[in-house]
Each structure stands twice: as C-alpha cells, then as structure tokens.
C-alpha cells in the first residue's frame, strides 16, 4: 500500500487548508485511515480518523475545526482544515489500518499500518 499526501502549505493563522491522501497498491488489504501530524520537539499524535464505513474520531485539539472524510471509490481521504492556528504547524502524516481489525481510536493513537512521507503545514501568526 502506497500513501501520497499533498495540499501542505503556508497559510495565515484563521485560514483554511486542505489535505489530501491517495491511496495505491493493495487498497483493499486497508481499512481505516487517519491523519497524524508532528510539530518540531514533539511526538506524533492522531489528529482524525475515519472507517470505511465512515465513522470519526478527532482529536480534542482540532475538533470544530478540521474535518476527515474519504471517497472510497476515488482511493482518498481527506482533512479539511479550518480556523488554523499556530499551533496546528507540523508535519501532517496519512496513514492506514490494515483490513479485518476493529475500529479502536485508542490503538490508532499508537499508529497505524501504513504511512505516507508527509506534508508540511505551515500556519503564520
């Protein structure tokens, strides 16, 4: 499974980004997906997850703020960000669980499967 993020940028603090993931490879050996991100000094954290089936977990700091959805047909997720804040700068990562295990936003907080290389997200104050 390959994870391909792009739409990471520079943008002022209030504005809005969004993040795309695309998925290649074996595709159906995945099932739910999510969006991590790592600021500088600082580990990883889950910021969103979503299932095939489309059910969410966001993380306290970005909830109201940033949305996660897929389309499954198109082999995407996405992470729709709003109300940027500073503190919303890092490294955002797409990752994904593999098939056949539950849906546990405590056991994706430790990670998940598959990942992509990231991208950078840059909010100005």
């Known amino acids: 499974v390959q994870l391909v993020e792009s739409g990471g940028g520079l943008v002022q603090a209030g504005g809005s980004l969004r993040l795309s993931c695309a998925a290649s490879g074996s595709i159906f050996s995945i099932n739910a997906m999510g969006w991590y991100r790592q600021a500088p000094g600082k580990e990883r954290e889950l910021v969103a997850a979503?299932?095939?089936?489309?059910?969410?977990y966001y993380a306290d700091s970005v909830k109201g703020r940033f949305t996660i959805s897929r389309d499954n047909a198109k082999r995407t997720v996405f992470l729709q960000m709003n109300s940027l804040e500073a503190e919303d700068t890092a490294v955002y990562y797409c990752?994904?669980?593999?098939?056949?295990?539950?849906?546990?936003?405590?056991?994706?907080?430790?990670?998940?499967?598959?990942w992509g290389k990231g991208t950078l997200v840059t909010v100005s104050s």
């Open positions: 979503i299932s095939s089936g489309g059910s969410t």
């Open positions: 990752a994904a669980d593999q098939a056949g295990r539950t849906w546990s936003p405590e056991r994706y907080a430790n990670g998940m499967d598959y």
